[in-house]
């Protein structure tokens, strides 16, 4: 068993890369819903949300399906 902090994973955890433009909210969802066991969003670009640029803010959005 792998701890990381307070998560507990499996011998083998799945986890899911940051990928630009593919790690949306749906594609984490069907990962996790595929048995991943942590996923992560795409990088933020901090310049973005220091100029409340919509994509950026768009990609801190988490749904509880993930």
Same mark, same amino acid.
């Given at each position: 068993?792998v701890?990381i902090d307070?998560i %507990? +994973?499996? %011998? #083998? /955890? +799945?986890?899911?890369? /940051?990928?630009e433009?593919?790690?949306? /909210?749906? #594609?984490r969802?069907?990962?996790?819903?595929?048995g991943? @066991?942590v996923v992560?969003? =795409? #990088?933020?670009?901090? =310049?973005g +949300? $220091?100029r409340?640029?919509?994509?950026?803010v768009?990609? +801190? @959005? $988490?749904y %509880?399906? =993930?």
């Open positions: 068993m701890k307070n %507990e +994973l499996g %011998e #083998f /955890p +799945l986890l899911l890369a /940051p990928m433009d593919v790690s949306d /909210p749906p #594609f969802a069907l990962c996790k819903e595929q991943a @066991d992560y969003t =795409e #990088f933020v670009s901090s =310049e +949300l $220091i409340n640029a919509a994509k950026s768009m990609k +801190l @959005d $988490i %509880e399906k =993930e």
